[in-house]
């Protein structure tokens, strides 16, 4: 059975900086096998706190580059290959992330691989299968995720994006998702999502359960968990929010 760890829910500028909640990125377990998704700033030291073993971490993803989602990621490649005396880790980013750089150069060959990521395209790096979505509405090179796992599901990454008419076509195969809802309300030219473009994504999809994450201030001040339990009501889907720690176990 897979699991996700949701090591940090954090996002946006105030509550990555005030460390309301961690900003941590997300782990997916599959067999066993880690995968590191967005390492925002203290993932070294959640993986730490939750006692992660660093050298199963096999795959590290990044769905943009900006800060929340990308600033451990040099101490965590140095980390897992302790210092680069042990070749571990496939490291997948969008091309400007690489080009910013994200990571710094002398850390690459500690990497078995660099891969970059387009749009719409299927990686694989056994145990975990995972495709890109179209690109995201954000203010960089952002992308989504369908990771497919053992058990004939589909968990979909719904990172940083304003949002767009196609994002329901892009992940109607999921049967989880996690998305990030940064906002409660929508603030024109701000390219996050809020809680009614959710709901305008969840009326032409329906998965089996939506878990929400990556809050930012506005979330917080309405209760992430009172806004789950209403949406849930409303919309007759099972839907969860993320808190720091929070494991989701798949069947
Ligand atoms: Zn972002």
Do not use: W
Not at 91 to 114: D, N, Q, R
Not at 143 to 170: C, H, I, M, Q, R
Request: with cysteine.
């Amino acid at each position: 059975m897979s699991e996700v760890l949701f090591l940090g829910t954090a996002g946006a500028r105030y509550v990555v900086a005030k460390q309301l909640r961690a900003s941590a990125g997300t782990l997916l377990k599959v067999e066993n096998d880690l995968l590191l998704l967005d390492p925002g700033p203290g993932t070294l030291v959640y993986l730490a706190k939750y006692k992660i073993p660093l050298e199963k971490i096999k795959v590290i993803v990044l769905s943009h580059q900006h800060l929340d989602h990308s600033s451990d990621l040099n101490i965590i490649v140095d980390a897992i290959t302790e210092g680069g005396f042990k070749k571990r880790g496939i490291l997948y980013l969008p091309e400007s992330a690489l080009k910013e750089p994200v990571l710094l150069s002398y850390l690459h060959s500690y990497l078995v691989k660099i891969e970059i990521l387009k749009a719409k395209t299927f990686y694989e790096a056994l145990p975990f299968k995972f495709k890109t979505t179209c690109k995201l509405n954000h203010s960089v090179e952002t992308y989504g995720f369908l990771f497919f796992l053992p058990e004939n599901k589909v968990l979909g990454f719904l990172s940083d994006t304003g949002y767009f008419e196609e994002l329901s076509e892009e992940f109607k195969e999921v049967q989880i998702l996690v998305v990030n809802v940064v906002r409660e309300k929508p603030l024109d030219g701000v390219l996050h999502l809020s809680i009614p473009d959710l709901k305008k994504l969840l009326q032409k999809m329906k998965p089996e359960t939506v878990i929400l994450t990556h809050f930012g201030m506005t979330m917080l001040k309405a209760n992430p968990f009172k806004v789950a339990q209403n949406l849930s009501k409303e919309l007759k889907i099972k839907i969860v929010a993320a808190y720091d720690g929070m494991k989701f176990v798949i069947t």
